[in-house]
């Protein structure tokens, strides 16, 4: 099993950064993707980007150029850099761990933009 534990997450200034992060323990697979999703109250969970473990990555074009993911493989984790926040990213973020044997969700963590 794996479990995965988010931090970061804070009130903002429209205009600000943040950079979120997620651990991962337990039985990992090398080989296996990470991803950070959002869902904001009265909406669907939305994919924002996604890194696999040789580093390619992929994201959402509402984010693109704003936000980026990376990874310490050494660590077991991932991270989102979030530049240019805006008060429509507000949401409750999650980060997300799927190998061949298994797809495991974080807790999440709030991120709240003020204008």
């Known amino acids: 099993q794996v479990q995965l534990v988010e931090s970061g997450g804070a009130l903002v200034q429209a205009g600000g950064s943040l950079r979120l992060s997620c651990a991962a323990s337990?039985?990992?697979?090398?080989?296996?993707?990470m991803g950070w999703y959002r869902q904001a109250p009265g909406k669907q969970r939305e994919l924002l980007a996604t890194?696999?473990?040789?580093?390619?990555?992929n994201y959402a074009e509402s984010v693109k150029g704003r936000f980026t993911i990376s990874r310490d493989n050494a660590k077991n984790t991932v991270y989102l850099q979030m530049n240019s926040l805006k008060p429509e990213d507000t949401a409750a973020y999650y980060c997300?761990?799927?190998?061949?044997?298994?797809?495991?969700w974080g807790q999440g963590t709030q991120v709240t933009v003020s204008s």
């Open positions: 997300n761990l799927a190998s061949a044997i298994g797809r495991y």
């Open positions: 337990g039985s990992i697979l090398r080989l296996n993707t």
């Open positions: 890194i696999t473990s040789g580093g390619t990555t």
